[in-house]
């Protein structure tokens, strides 16, 4: 090949052509999506990862090939960029900032004081000194108010990271402590009437219609194969589909360059169906975590994951 070529993926046909007109060899491309007649060719060398995006522009379409989509996540999550986040929100657990200058590490998230491991794989959950269920976000402002110090409105006010901006300290935290969980079954309780009520509400506002398109969390995702565009819709009304999507929130969304939290995918969502604004921390956006996270009870925890 000419100097600088970079590294393709090509069907065998188009691999010889190439040969024919250039010169250079063909060896097979290890990428998932194999299948009868779309086993894709590699030609020439270059960059990793110019290599990987090129190879799936032109894998051939097939129903027998993997998801393009997963193939694309599978290959960002060798170097997850959420790892950035997982690290600064670890270095926000453990020291003493805030009006009261304390560590997180007096905080329970339903394991105990200060126990990390596997806490995300159990919220949202019932807890005694609030009187009320909480998920992970609300948890952490919980405990950033109460042990720290920090103002409860100021955090509430701005949980969500802006386009370019770095991360909010609330969000580096949540990608810390669902990293915890990696490998962790899901498993939300349902112990208390309080945990059965907030699954009821959340399992009933998931299927309400509302708005001025009469839509319902259901019209997307309360069926199998739908998709947006190129964007498959997990079907959340079945325990696999909504293991898909509990078990990877948090995650690094690559179209917006930042760690996005489940709160801020459930407020999308609402957005999305021109619903009025879902409040941060509000018992409606804890009760839809709830109905998913028990319906995806024995699902493998992989957070913070990589997403479009």
Same mark, same amino acid.
């Given at each position: 090949?000419?100097?600088?070529?970079?590294?393709?993926?090509?069907?065998?046909?188009?691999?010889?052509?190439?040969?024919?007109?250039?010169?250079?060899?063909?060896?097979?491309?290890?990428?998932?999506?194999?299948?009868?007649?779309?086993?894709?060719?590699?030609?020439?060398?270059?960059?990793?990862? &110019?290599?990987?995006?090129?190879? !799936? *522009?032109?894998? =051939?379409? @097939?129903?027998?090939? #993997?998801?393009? %989509?997963?193939?694309?996540?599978?290959?960002?999550?060798?170097?997850?960029?959420?790892?950035?986040?997982?690290?600064?929100?670890?270095?926000?657990?453990?020291?003493?900032?805030?009006?009261?200058?304390?560590?997180?590490?007096?905080?329970?998230?339903?394991?105990?004081?200060?126990?990390?491991?596997?806490?995300?794989?159990?919220?949202?959950?019932?807890?005694?000194?609030?009187?009320?269920?909480?998920?992970?976000?609300?948890?952490?402002?919980?405990?950033?108010?109460?042990?720290? &110090?920090?103002?409860?409105?100021? !955090? *509430?006010?701005? =949980?969500? @990271?802006?386009?370019? #901006?770095?991360? %909010?300290?609330?969000?580096?935290?949540?990608?810390?402590?669902?990293?915890?969980?990696?490998?962790?079954?899901?498993?939300?309780?349902?112990?208390?009437?309080?945990?059965?009520?907030?699954?009821?509400?959340?399992?009933?506002?998931?299927?309400?219609?509302?708005?001025?398109?009469?839509?319902?969390?259901?019209?997307?995702?309360?069926?199998?194969?739908?998709?947006?565009?190129?964007?498959?819709?997990?079907?959340?009304?079945?325990?696999?589909?909504?293991?898909?999507?509990?078990?990877?929130?948090?995650?690094?969304?690559?179209?917006?360059?930042?760690?996005?939290?489940?709160?801020?995918?459930?407020?999308?969502?609402?957005?999305?169906?021109?619903?009025?604004?879902?409040?941060?921390?509000?018992?409606?956006?804890?009760?839809?975590?709830?109905?998913?996270?028990?319906?995806?009870?024995?699902?493998?925890?992989?957070?913070?994951?990589?997403?479009?």
């Amino acid at each position: 090949m000419k100097p600088g070529t970079s590294r393709l993926a090509l069907t065998p046909r188009q691999c010889e052509g190439l040969i024919a007109s250039e010169g250079g060899s063909c060896s097979p491309l290890p990428l998932a999506g194999e299948g009868p007649g779309v086993r894709a060719m590699a030609v020439g060398v270059r960059n990793r990862r &110019g290599l990987a995006l090129l190879a !799936l *522009a032109l894998l =051939p379409v @097939s129903a027998h090939a #993997a998801d393009p %989509t997963s193939v694309y996540r599978q290959m960002l999550a060798e170097d997850n960029p959420a790892e950035l986040a997982v690290a600064h929100g670890q270095q926000l657990w453990e020291q003493p900032r805030g009006p009261r200058q304390a560590a997180l590490t007096a905080c329970d998230l339903g394991q105990g004081p200060g126990v990390v491991k596997g806490a995300f794989a159990a919220l949202p959950r019932y807890f005694a000194d609030t009187a009320s269920v909480m998920d992970a976000e609300s948890r952490l402002v919980h405990c950033m108010v109460t042990i720290q &110090g920090f103002d409860r409105q100021q !955090l *509430a006010a701005a =949980p969500f @990271s802006e386009a370019g #901006a770095p991360q %909010t300290d609330l969000e580096a935290l949540v990608a810390y402590v669902a990293a915890q969980s990696r490998g962790a079954k899901i498993r939300v309780p349902q112990s208390t009437s309080e945990e059965h009520d907030s699954y009821a509400r959340g399992r009933d506002l998931f299927y309400r219609r509302a708005g001025p398109y009469d839509f319902s969390c259901a019209n997307c995702h309360g069926a199998d194969h739908l998709r947006i565009r190129l964007q498959e819709l997990p079907n959340l009304t079945r325990p696999e589909g909504a293991r898909s999507a509990f078990a990877h929130w948090p995650a690094y969304r690559v179209s917006q360059g930042a760690v996005r939290t489940m709160q801020w995918r459930l407020s999308d969502c609402v957005r999305q169906q021109r619903w009025p604004q879902l409040i941060f921390g509000s018992q409606a956006s804890i009760d839809l975590s709830t109905y998913l996270g028990v319906l995806a009870a024995g699902g493998t925890m992989d957070a913070p994951s990589v997403r479009r």
